[in-house]
C-alpha cells in the first residue's frame, strides 16, 4: 500500500466587517499612530459584534470553504478548532461550528495552544489522514481576541483582532502535503504570558473582575527575545532535517505577532521579505488563526508544489513549524 499523505485541498476564511484603526485605539489609550506602527507594524484590525463569538466566525470560514470546494458537508468526518477563546468553556467551539455547518457526521474537540493552536491541530488532523482512518479533516482556527483584550491596557490592547481560517486535509499518495513537523512547550514560560484569572485555579469572581484579571496578560520583552528565538529554531529544524535550503523555500508563514519578529525571523532565515506571507497590518494579532488567514488571503498565488514553512510561537510557551508542499493551483 502506498504511504498516505495529508494534503490541504482547499482553504477559507473569515474577518468581520467591523474596523478598529489606530485611530479609534487612541481614543481610548494614549498613543498614536506613529507609536503603534513602529512597535508593531498594525494599522488596523476587526472586532466581531458582542452578540456572536468564535463559532460564529468559525462556521463562516467552513461554509466557505465547502463552497469553494463543492465538498458535501456529510462527507466530512472530523472538526479539530483551534482556539484560546471558545464562545463557552464548555462545549467545545468544533461542536458548535459542525452543527451550524451541517457536517452531521463529524465528531470535533478543540485544541488550545494559544498563538501555535494551528499548527498543533493541523499536524492532528493530518496524523488522521495518514493513518487512513479519515479522508476528510477541517481543521479551524478562530479567535476573538477582543474579547480577552484590556482596552485600558496601551501595551497589549493595539494588537489584537478577530478572524477565523479554515482548511480541508485529504488524502493522496502523490508527494504533496505535510511533509514534516516540529512541536515544541515549555511550562516556564507561564509568568511572562497568560490570563490571570478564569481557570481552576482562580474562577471569576468579583475581585478577579475588578482586577482586569481576565485579559491577555503579556511581558512584552521577555516574549519578544524567546518568540523570536525559537521560532527560528523551529524553521532551522525544519530546514535541517529536510535539507532546505532558503532558495528551496517559497514561502515562510509565520504567525502574525509583531512586524518586529517578522523582521528578525526574516532576517535570520535570510529569506526575502518578498517570500513572507504577511498580513498583520490588516488584521493584527489574530492568535491561531493567523496562519491561515494568511494562506486564505495568499491562495490565489499558490501553486502545487510551492515550499511552505508554517511557524508559530505563543503562550505556554508554545511554539513549532510545519513543512508544506502546497497540493494544487490557484482555481
Known amino acids: 500500500m502506498s504511504k498516505l499523505n495529508a494534503v490541504i485541498t482547499g482553504v477559507g476564511g473569515y474577518v468581520p466587517d467591523t474596523i478598529v484603526t489606530n485611530e479609534d485605539i487612541c481614543k481610548l489609550v494614549e498613543s498614536s499612530d506613529e507609536w503603534i506602527v513602529s512597535r508593531t507594524g498594525i494599522k488596523e484590525r476587526r472586532k466581531l459584534s458582542e452578540n456572536?463569538?468564535?463559532?460564529?466566525m468559525g462556521s463562516k470560514a467552513v461554509q466557505e470553504l465547502l463552497r469553494k470546494t463543492g465538498t458535501d458537508p456529510l462527507e466530512i468526518e472530523a472538526v479539530i478548532c483551534a482556539?484560546?477563546?471558545?464562545?463557552?468553556?464548555?462545549?467545545?467551539?468544533?461542536?458548535?461550528i459542525a452543527e451550524q455547518c451541517g457536517?452531521?457526521?463529524?465528531?470535533?474537540?478543540?485544541?488550545?495552544?494559544?498563538?501555535?493552536?494551528?499548527?498543533?491541530?493541523?499536524?492532528?488532523g493530518a496524523a488522521f489522514i495518514e493513518a487512513g482512518r479519515f479522508k476528510k479533516v477541517i481543521v479551524v482556527a478562530s479567535e476573538k481576541m477582543t474579547?480577552?483584550?484590556?482596552?485600558?491596557?496601551?501595551?497589549?490592547?493595539p494588537l489584537f483582532g478577530d478572524g477565523a481560517g479554515a482548511v480541508l486535509l485529504e488524502p493522496t499518495t502523490e508527494d504533496y502535503g505535510l511533509m514534516d513537523s516540529v512541536m515544541?512547550?515549555?511550562?516556564?514560560?507561564?509568568?511572562?504570558?497568560?490570563?490571570?484569572?478564569?481557570?481552576?485555579?482562580?474562577?471569576a469572581c468579583h475581585e478577579s473582575v475588578d482586577n482586569d484579571e481576565h485579559y491577555v496578560y503579556q511581558e512584552g520583552q521577555a516574549?519578544?527575545?524567546?518568540a523570536v528565538n525559537r521560532l527560528v529554531e523551529a524553521c532551522e529544524e525544519i530546514?535541517?532535517?529536510n535539507n532546505l535550503k532558503p532558495e528551496d523555500v517559497t514561502w515562510v508563514v509565520p504567525h502574525q505577532a509583531n512586524m518586529r519578529i517578522l523582521d528578525a525571523i526574516v532576517r535570520f532565515m535570510?529569506?526575502?521579505i518578498e517570500r513572507v506571507m504577511i498580513n498583520i497590518q490588516k488584521y493584527g494579532n489574530t492568535s491561531s488563526a493567523s496562519i491561515p488567514l494568511c494562506l486564505w488571503e495568499y491562495e490565489s498565488q499558490l501553486k502545487k508544489g510551492d515550499v511552505l514553512i508554517l511557524s508559530a510561537f505563543g503562550a505556554g510557551f508554545s511554539w513549532g513549524g510545519l513543512y508544506l508542499k502546497w497540493g494544487y493551483d490557484p482555481k
Open 52 to 56: 456572536v463569538g468564535t463559532s460564529f
Open 239 to 241: 530546514k535541517e532535517r
Open 83 to 96: 482556539t484560546n477563546t471558545p464562545d463557552h468553556v464548555l462545549p467545545a467551539a468544533a461542536t458548535m
Open 184 to 203: 515544541h512547550s515549555d511550562g516556564s514560560g507561564l509568568p511572562h504570558l497568560h490570563m490571570k484569572a478564569g481557570g481552576s485555579v482562580k474562577p
Open 270 to 272: 535570510d529569506i526575502p
Open 103 to 124: 457536517l452531521k457526521k463529524a465528531f470535533g474537540y478543540d485544541i488550545g495552544a494559544a498563538c501555535s493552536g494551528f499548527i498543533f491541530a493541523l499536524s492532528t
Open 147 to 157: 474579547s480577552i483584550t484590556n482596552y485600558n491596557d496601551r501595551t497589549t490592547c
Open 223 to 226: 516574549v519578544f527575545k524567546t
